[in-house]
């Protein structure tokens, strides 16, 4: 079993930067593939970003290109995205995700657990 907790979701005018983090309780955290998705008010749930168990390699769905970074600390058993940038269209909650036998790393049905979420709000 895994439990991820989110945390630094708020409140943030528009072009401003937040920097969300997941914390895990899997001692073997290095040995999942790792995954950010949102929901905005009314929308489906959307891949924002994943990354691989190392940490080397990483994708970002359209929305999140350019402005959003994914890493991750298996030290720590720690996640995190740091959201630059921003804008009124990103303002949803945003989940962590874990997944151990990923395909893709994109797909909403690949992950096996998946956090409480945190909510983003950007004003314009």
């Known amino acids: 079993q895994v439990q991820l907790v989110e945390s630094g979701g708020g409140l943030v005018q528009a072009g401003g930067s937040l920097r969300l983090s997941c914390a895990a309780s899997a001692r073997t955290f290095s040995a999942y593939r790792m995954g950010w998705f949102r929901q905005g008010p009314g929308k489906e749930r959307e891949f924002v970003a994943t990354i691989s168990w190392s940490g080397g390699r990483s994708y970002y769905g359209d929305s999140a290109k350019g402005r959003f970074t994914i890493s991750r600390d298996n030290a720590k058993n720690t996640l995190y995205l740091q959201m630059n940038s921003l804008k009124p269209e990103d303002t949803a909650v945003y989940y962590c995700?874990?997944?151990?036998?990923?395909?893709?790393?994109?797909?909403?049905?690949?992950?096996?657990?998946w956090g409480q979420g945190t909510q983003v709000t950007v004003s314009s």
């Open positions: 995700a874990a997944a151990s036998n990923p395909i893709t790393g994109r797909r909403l049905d690949e992950y096996d657990y």
